[in-house]
């Protein structure tokens, strides 16, 4: 009987390492960048935030949508399983994340993919379909900043509004400590909750949930300073004509009319509305977020 168990465990553990593949591709500048493949089925490329975070936050999603889709964690250029690359203004630009993306569909050999992103990942998204609308399927937009930076300011006041008190004196006072593992854990802990409707969850969630995430400063420095000058998607996301759906939490950091403005843009877009949930609503109403995702690709054949 124990012969047998130990059988089906381990026939259990290979179907998994069998089912999930890492592999690399080249860029077309020369670079090898990795990614994750799980699943079979039409392509759904799972781009991560930040900017500068790994692809291993949204392991989730690719294990709810595996199901019926190849799903591709793409480890974008600088970051986790593609670190191992030139970081600098050259290379850490949107136009080259965009780049990375066409040249990942090439590698794939596929016609056309679709893509789902959050936060800057959803930007992300609205520029490969600005720059190449005819490539993709569909686009499925979460948490999603806006086709320009018209939303910062506001977000920026959210972001000091939905502070509390002592909340802001734990960031003043972890700031001002020498530089260290622990003071820069403690100010990711408070710089992050406001992106949380729920503070305490927020408090016992982001140590576990960015423990593991890989994060590239120098990248996410490098991207926002080229953002800041060549992030205005508004004159080429017209042109993009496919399916695309937006999943905005109702509580996120991110102001609604980001939603809005990207609807006006690509008129066939829908808004789906998740309750109760700042900028991360896998975290904070899975119950109502994972039915949203699976049933916004459901019509993808």
Same mark, same amino acid.
């Given at each position: =009987?124990?012969?047998?168990?130990?059988?089906?465990?381990?026939?259990?553990?290979?179907? @998994?390492?069998?089912?999930?593949?890492? %592999?690399?591709?080249?860029? $077309?500048?020369?670079?090898?960048?990795?990614?994750?493949?799980?699943?079979?089925?039409?392509?759904?490329?799972?781009?991560?935030?930040?900017?500068?975070? /790994?692809?291993?936050?949204?392991? &989730?999603?690719?294990?709810? %949508?595996?199901?019926?889709?190849?799903?591709?964690?793409?480890? !974008?250029?600088?970051?986790?399983?593609?670190?191992?690359?030139?970081?600098?203004?050259?290379?850490?630009?949107?136009?080259?994340?965009?780049?990375? *993306?066409?040249?990942?569909?090439?590698?794939?050999?596929?016609?056309?993919? $679709? %893509?789902?992103? *959050?936060?800057?990942?959803?930007?992300?998204?609205?520029?490969?379909?600005?720059?190449?609308?005819?490539?993709?399927?569909?686009?499925?937009?979460?948490?999603?900043?806006?086709?320009?930076?018209?939303?910062?300011?506001? =977000?920026?006041?959210?972001?000091?509004?939905?502070?509390?008190?002592?909340?802001?004196?734990?960031?003043?006072?972890?700031?001002?400590?020498?530089?260290?593992?622990?003071? !820069?854990?403690?100010?990711?802990? #408070?710089?992050?909750?406001?992106? #949380?409707?729920?503070?305490?969850?927020?408090?016992?969630?982001?140590?576990?949930? #960015?423990?593991?995430? @890989?994060?590239? @400063?120098?990248?996410?420095?490098?991207?926002?300073?080229?953002?800041?000058?060549?992030?205005?998607?508004?004159?080429?996301?017209?042109?993009?004509?496919? &399916?695309?759906?937006?999943?905005?939490?109702? !509580?996120? *950091?991110?102001? /609604?009319?980001?939603?809005? !403005?990207?609807?006006?843009?690509?008129?066939?877009?829908? *808004?789906?509305?998740?309750?109760? $949930?700042?900028?991360?609503? &896998?975290?904070?109403?899975?119950?109502?977020? #994972?039915? @949203?995702?699976?049933?916004?690709?459901?019509?993808?054949?």
């Amino acid at each position: =009987m124990k012969t047998l168990k130990l059988i089906f465990a381990l026939t259990l553990i290979f179907n @998994a390492l069998e089912a999930q593949e890492t %592999l690399s591709f080249k860029t $077309s500048d020369g670079e090898t960048l990795f990614y994750t493949k799980t699943g079979k089925g039409p392509v759904i490329v799972l781009l991560s935030g930040g900017p500068g975070y /790994g692809a291993s936050a949204l392991q &989730q999603w690719a294990d709810t %949508l595996s199901k019926k889709f190849e799903c591709i964690l793409f480890e !974008q250029r600088g970051i986790g399983l593609s670190g191992n690359v030139k970081v600098d203004s050259t290379t850490i630009n949107l136009k080259r994340a965009v780049l990375d *993306i066409e040249d990942l569909r090439k590698h794939l050999g596929n016609e056309q993919i $679709s %893509l789902c992103g *959050i936060s800057w990942g959803a930007g992300l998204a609205q520029a490969y379909v600005s720059y190449f609308p005819d490539k993709v399927k569909k686009i499925v937009l979460i948490s999603a900043m806006g086709p320009d930076l018209t939303f910062l300011p506001a =977000m920026n006041d959210n972001k000091k509004m939905r502070l509390y008190p002592n909340e802001r004196d734990s960031i003043q006072y972890w700031s001002n400590q020498p530089p260290s593992q622990i003071s !820069q854990f403690k100010q990711l802990i #408070f710089s992050q909750l406001p992106y #949380f409707y729920d503070h305490t969850l927020g408090y016992n969630i982001i140590p576990k949930a #960015f423990s593991n995430v @890989a994060f590239n @400063a120098k990248v996410s420095d490098l991207m926002w300073k080229d953002l800041d000058k060549n992030y205005d998607l508004k004159s080429r996301l017209v042109n993009y004509k496919g &399916q695309c759906i937006i999943i905005r939490p109702r !509580q996120d *950091i991110i102001p /609604g009319d980001a939603a809005y !403005q990207i609807r006006e843009l690509i008129p066939q877009a829908k *808004i789906v509305i998740i309750e109760r $949930s700042g900028h991360y609503p &896998q975290i904070e109403n899975p119950n109502a977020f #994972f039915p @949203a995702l699976k049933n916004a690709f459901s019509d993808i054949k």
